[in-house]
């Protein structure tokens, strides 16, 4: 059983285990899967989800082909990549990362892990590897152009070096 799925308990429900809307007051099967929030939703609440102006670029996944690793995210089907899941929360995915804490973080410890407090620095995985991607060719760059400057100063030391034993050989001859 997934920890997704509840027993129904309502009439019309005729499977002992479906996954419910989690938005419903009553029992209500759902029919899609929001990747980054991890919850369950009807037919009703996933259109909702769709709207609403901060979830409307997650992705949604139907019930029915979550197995399957397929996922919608408006009107493309797209593969989703075998998630790591919260250490804190297991039954979640790790959704965002938070720059402050330097830690990823799943929705629920978006929510209720304390940070809140800086809600500025917590960003979508995607954003944060954009800015890590950045920061690691910015290093990249740096590192090459302090390579050609040490390459330089490598040629120079060699050249003294020849120097110094030609200098030595002529001292020596002369001696």
Known sequence: TSPFTEPAAS??????SVPLCEECLKDCAAVARCVQCQA??????????????S??????????????GTAISGNASIAI????KCPLHPSQSLTSYCTQC???????????GGHQEHPSSVLSLSEASALRRAAIEKLLESTTSDAAVLNQAVEKVTAAIQSVHAHTERVSEEV
């Open 40 to 53: 369950s939703y009807c037919e009703t609440h996933v259109q909702n989800h769709r709207i609403s102006k």
């Open 55 to 68: 979830t409307h670029s997650h992705t949604v996944e139907p019930i029915d082909g979550s197995a399957s």
């Open 81 to 84: 990549p075998a998630s790591q």
């Open 102 to 112: 330097q830690e990823p973080l799943c929705m629920l410890c978006v929510k209720k």
């Open 11 to 16: 009439a019309n429900l005729d499977t002992t």
